[in-house]
């Protein structure tokens, strides 16, 4: 069907303990950051503990990094589990608010950012030569992004970076838990299903 629906996955778990029993091995993983880039709750916390303290002393001098921009560093002791690479991405906080006007126009920004941490964190695994790159739900703990709203995003964004890419050859989207996951599923079944609609009637 769809070579690059063929080249993503959805797992549950840990993004920092990726599954030893694929068939593929995850060489980066995405980590959703602050602009501080020194660590947070979250899954940036768990990134933190697992890559350990160097990771801390070699973001401290790399300036931050805007929301919707991305930078990539060496895994430290997440080396051990087979993870070169760290991309530190800054996701936007959603900003619900009560004028309507203001909120419609904030989302479409937050839409955008969205989707830039997505193909900015894509570029650089492919810049670096990844195989596989794992991505957290970026935005949808505490800085609030509607969950199913931003699984949209992020498919259809990684999607179309790898119809055009050979590098990374596969996405995973490593969900907390399997309600998140559900959601995914459900965004690329109705995505998939929308393609062979659209190739039975060209
Ligand atoms: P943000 O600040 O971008 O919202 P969070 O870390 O609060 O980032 O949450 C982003 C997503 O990562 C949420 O769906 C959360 O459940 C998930 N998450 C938290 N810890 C982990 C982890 N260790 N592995 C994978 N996903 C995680």
Redesign the pocket.
């Known amino acids: 069907m769809n070579e690059a629906l063929d080249r993503i996955t959805i797992v549950t778990?840990?993004?920092?303990?990726p599954r030893k029993d694929q068939q593929w091995a995850v060489d980066a993983i995405v980590n959703?950051?602050?602009e501080s880039l020194r660590g947070?709750?979250?899954?940036?916390?768990?990134?933190h503990r697992a890559a350990g303290p160097r990771l801390l002393a070699h973001n401290a001098k790399l300036g931050g990094c805007r929301t919707g921009l991305a930078k990539i560093t060496p895994a430290f002791d997440l080396e051990a589990r087979g993870i070169h690479h760290i991309i530190h991405t800054?996701?936007p906080?959603w900003h619900a608010d009560d004028d309507e006007i203001d909120a419609k126009l904030g989302d479409v920004r937050e839409d955008v950012l969205l989707a830039s941490c997505y193909t900015r964190s894509l570029e650089l695994a492919a810049e670096h030569d990844c195989q596989c790159v794992?991505f957290?739900?970026?935005?949808?703990?505490?800085?609030?992004?509607p969950?199913q709203r931003a699984a949209q995003i992020a498919v259809s964004h990684v999607l179309g970076f790898l119809a055009t890419h050979d590098r990374p050859q596969r996405v995973v989207f490593?969900?907390?838990?399997e309600a998140?996951a559900g959601i995914y599923c459900e965004v690329i079944e109705t995505r998939d299903q929308w393609m062979l609609n659209r190739k039975r009637l060209g």
């Open positions: 778990g840990d993004i920092t303990r959703a950051a602050n947070g709750g979250g899954v940036d916390g768990a990134i800054v996701g906080i794992a957290p739900a970026i935005s949808t703990g505490v800085y609030g992004f969950k490593c969900c907390f838990d998140d």
